[in-house]
């Protein structure tokens, strides 16, 4: 199991925008470079959902609703992955949950809220 560490989340009006960070403190950094790093979200009474990932080598690939508006990147020196959010709608309120995936784990953070209201 990864120990995953989210924040950045908060109240925001549409149209801002948010930096969501997620840490893996404990890991060796060529354990974090293997792997697929995700940011999923929940909203209430919702199933949740795959909004970016990107994995250890090639493309992002996006959720088609944060298309344009959502940019995941990671940097591996320092464990963690990003997720800049931008034009912010109602829609994206959710909790934000950060997924670490390899051949040997599936691992989970605690979620970090995003309520985009005015």
């Known amino acids: 199991q990864v120990h995953l560490v989210e924040s950045g989340g908060g109240l925001v009006q549409p149209g801002g925008s948010l930096r969501l960070t997620c840490k893996a403190p404990?890991?060796?950094?060529?354990?974090?470079?293997?792997?697929?790093m995700g940011w999923y979200r929940q909203a209430p009474e919702k199933q949740r959902e795959l909004v970016a990932a990107?994995?250890?080598?090639?493309?992002?690939n996006y959720a088609d609703s944060v298309k344009g508006r959502f940019t995941i990147s990671r940097d591996n020196s320092r464990k963690t992955v990003y997720l800049q959010m931008n034009s912010l709608q109602p829609e994206d309120t959710a909790i934000y949950y950060c997924?670490?995936?390899?051949?040997?784990?599936?691992?989970w953070g605690q979620g970090t809220q995003v309520t985009v209201s005015s």
């Open positions: 404990r890991l060796i950094t060529s354990t974090f470079w293997s792997l697929t």
């Open positions: 990107v994995p250890a080598s090639g493309l992002a």
């Open positions: 997924n670490a995936v390899s051949e040997s784990t599936n691992s």
